[in-house]
């Protein structure tokens, strides 16, 4: 089980960090917060209510692309958190392991919204959060993974992403 390589995907505010860390943790693999990757010009332009644009995106993705590739070479498992908002957003972090599963972490927006409310210390604006809702594609069905409902707590999510890794074993 410690070879598999996790995305924990989503709009902003959905819990990615949280069910990440819990997850990595019941794993026993590294986590990596995809957000760190973010270049000072993307993390500037949420700041100022600026939604990122695929360009934007561009490198921040094959950075993360880089540390899934580098975990599947050394067979190690890894959790990483990243709004793999589009499916070519996605299939771009699956060329650096192509058995990578994506955990989508989806709920109501005015959930999300009362969660975003509640952050402290975070660059991204709730006012953003219309455009993450326009950019998201649910995962599809040839796409490795599941999509769990947010209005479960985070411990009863990581359950279910492990019941799902029993079962694909």
Known sequence: MESIRWVVMGVSGCGKSTVGQALASELDVPYIEGDLFHPDANVAKMS????L???????????????????????????????????????LLRQGDPA?????????????????QARVNHYMPP???DSQFRD??????????????????????????LGEVQRQA
């Open 48 to 51: 100022a209510g600026m939604p």
């Open 136 to 161: 998201l594609e649910p995962l599809q069905d040839d796409e490795a993974g599941v999509t769990l409902d947010i209005g479960i707590a985070p411990e009863l999510l990581v359950a279910q992403i």
């Open 53 to 91: 644009n695929d360009d934007d995106r561009a490198g921040w993705l094959l950075a993360l692309q880089a540390q899934i590739r580098a975990a599947r070479q050394d067979d190690a498992g890894l959790v990483l958190s990243c709004s793999a908002l589009k499916r070519r957003y996605r299939d």
């Open 100 to 116: 990578l599963r994506f955990a989508h972490l989806a709920g109501a927006k005015e959930l999300i919204s009362a969660r975003m």
């Open 127 to 129: 006012s953003l959060l």
